[in-house]
């Protein structure tokens, strides 16, 4: 909003669709009032809920579009999620290396890894949607030491009655 100071008139124009680059995606908004400068050109969008709208929009990326993610749709999923390149390339198992070859369009994401990321992107909307205390699946990823080859653990699964019992624990009810 630091240019708005700058322009002196400005015109609202309610019945225009706003392009909303912002995004980094072509993402077209209707009803959304905006802010014309007549001198300078510039717009501005006053936009409510930018966090809800986000979130919608990536639910429609990782839903409906059928194509692997495009290196502008990783970087946005990347952005909502709030993780840094390093953080998403923790979150998936490959270097950062890897996720800015995605991003910046020099490699493809592939299958498994875009389905991963779909599924990561989607399970924490509907975490953050229902506010309950769920596992995080972010936290679970991220605390994956890097050579998983080289863990030793017991087979064997010990569960008391009241890990299963109880209440619902911080588990999703679904
Ligand atoms: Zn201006």
Known sequence: MGRILSCE???VVKDQPYHYNESGLDVTLLGIPQYLCDSCGASYASISNVQKLNRVIGNFVCEKRKALLRPEEIKFL???LQ???KELA???GVTPQTVSRWEN???EIGEAHDRLLR???MMC???RKSEQNCFGVLDVFKGFPHDRKKII???EILLNPQEWLGGMGGFCPA
């Open 119 to 121: 599924s990561i992107y």
């Open 105 to 107: 369009g020099k490699a």
């Open 9 to 11: 008139k400005l015109r």
């Open 125 to 127: 909307a509907s975490e």
């Open 83 to 85: 993780l840094k390149a």
């Open 90 to 92: 923790q979150t998936l």
């Open 78 to 80: 990347r952005k909502d």
């Open 153 to 155: 653990q017991p087979k």
